[in-house]
């Protein structure tokens, strides 16, 4: 199952067009994307039955979309979460998921444009994790249980507010207006052979950027999701942007270039 925000309306999403689920339930189902959250497996049972069949699919316009899960009470993100990243950052290995939050009024869609603060933003593109089901104390071993459905994001990173000072500000560097912008869809685990192993990729001008495998994380979702519940409880409709590949250091390279960074970088 897919489903999608399409003029800030919940809908379930096919190759050919969309559901709009509020109409196609008769009200059992309010039309707000995030309200869904609340009512997931009811909303599964429901969004698989033969009532749903039957509805038309309506063609829209992909400048439509906003983010697939609007309004998260809590976005978390995990930083240092691919070697080659670790490497290029001049990090040691993280022992365990390192973990920083992105405020959700950073949220975006996938076709809204952001104004950027300077010139030195990094793209970082990742894969995003929506919880379905509260996550408190969970083993990894049944983690997938407690997700609702993938997206993709950008984990968009202004470097000066990030490392400039006595300690890095990566909430306040990370979450400028639209610095989360996800998309075009989320899609349930079930739509993929292996959900923990998904090509993810970046282009800039039609020049690729990034380019990895989720099976390259050093911490899988089920791990990440293990360690974040074991602190803090997840909530229905939260976000995870689960860590970025290489390649996502132009504006981290200019700091160091132009001596900008603190020291021990």
Request: proline share 8%.
């Given at each position: 199952?897919?489903?999608?925000?399409?003029?800030?309306?919940?809908?379930?999403?096919?190759?050919?067009?969309?559901?709009?689920?509020?109409?196609?339930?008769?009200?059992?189902?309010?039309?707000?994307?995030?309200?869904?959250?609340?009512?997931?497996?009811?909303?599964?049972?429901?969004?698989?039955?033969?009532?749903?069949?039957?509805?038309?699919?309506?063609?829209?316009?992909?400048?439509?979309?906003?983010?697939?899960?609007?309004?998260?009470?809590?976005?978390?993100?995990?930083?240092?979460?691919?070697?080659?990243?670790?490497?290029?950052?001049?990090?040691?290995?993280?022992?365990?998921?390192?973990?920083?939050t992105k405020y959700p009024t950073s949220l975006a869609g996938p076709h809204e444009?952001?104004?950027?603060?300077?010139?030195?933003?990094?793209?970082?593109v990742e894969l995003v994790a929506v919880i379905g089901t509260r996550a408190h104390?969970?083993?990894?071993?049944?983690?997938?249980?407690?997700?609702?459905?993938?997206?993709?994001?950008?984990?968009?990173?202004?470097?000066?507010?990030?490392?400039?000072?006595?300690?890095?500000?990566?909430?306040?560097?990370?979450?400028?207006?639209?610095?989360?912008?996800?998309?075009?869809?989320?899609?349930?685990?079930?739509?993929?052979?292996?959900?923990?192993?998904?090509?993810?990729?970046?282009?800039?001008?039609?020049?690729?950027?990034?380019?990895?495998?989720?099976?390259?994380?050093?911490?899988?979702?089920?791990?990440?999701?293990?360690?974040?519940?074991?602190?803090?409880?997840?909530?229905?409709?939260?976000?995870?942007?689960?860590?970025?590949?290489?390649?996502?250091?132009?504006?981290?390279?200019?700091?160091?270039?132009?001596?900008?960074?603190?020291?021990?970088?």
């Amino acid at each position: 199952m897919r489903t999608a925000n399409v003029n800030g309306r919940l809908v379930l999403a096919f190759d050919d067009g969309a559901v709009d689920v509020e109409q196609a339930s008769d009200g059992l189902f309010p039309s707000d994307p995030q309200s869904v959250f609340d009512r997931w497996q009811e909303f599964r049972d429901w969004a698989g039955s033969a009532a749903v069949a039957g509805h038309r699919h309506v063609p829209f316009d992909a400048k439509e979309l906003g983010a697939p899960v609007p309004r998260p009470r809590q976005i978390f993100a995990v930083a240092l979460n691919y070697s080659d990243h670790v490497e290029e950052s001049a990090f040691d290995t993280p022992a365990q998921p390192s973990v920083f939050t992105k405020y959700p009024t950073s949220l975006a869609g996938p076709h809204e444009e952001v104004e950027l603060p300077s010139a030195l933003v990094d793209w970082e593109v990742e894969l995003v994790a929506v919880i379905g089901t509260r996550a408190h104390r969970v083993a990894a071993a049944d983690a997938w249980q407690y997700v609702a459905g993938l997206t993709a994001g950008q984990d968009l990173s202004e470097r000066r507010i990030q490392l400039d000072g006595p300690a890095p500000q990566f909430a306040l560097g990370k979450s400028f207006p639209g610095f989360s912008p996800t998309g075009p869809v989320m899609a349930t685990p079930d739509e993929f052979a292996n959900p923990d192993d998904l090509a993810l990729g970046c282009a800039l001008g039609g020049e690729t950027m990034q380019e990895s495998r989720t099976s390259r994380m050093i911490f899988s979702v089920s791990e990440q999701i293990a360690w974040i519940s074991g602190i803090c409880p997840l909530l229905p409709g939260d976000l995870i942007f689960t860590g970025t590949p290489a390649g996502a250091r132009a504006g981290w390279r200019d700091l160091v270039d132009h001596g900008l960074l603190w020291d021990r970088i």
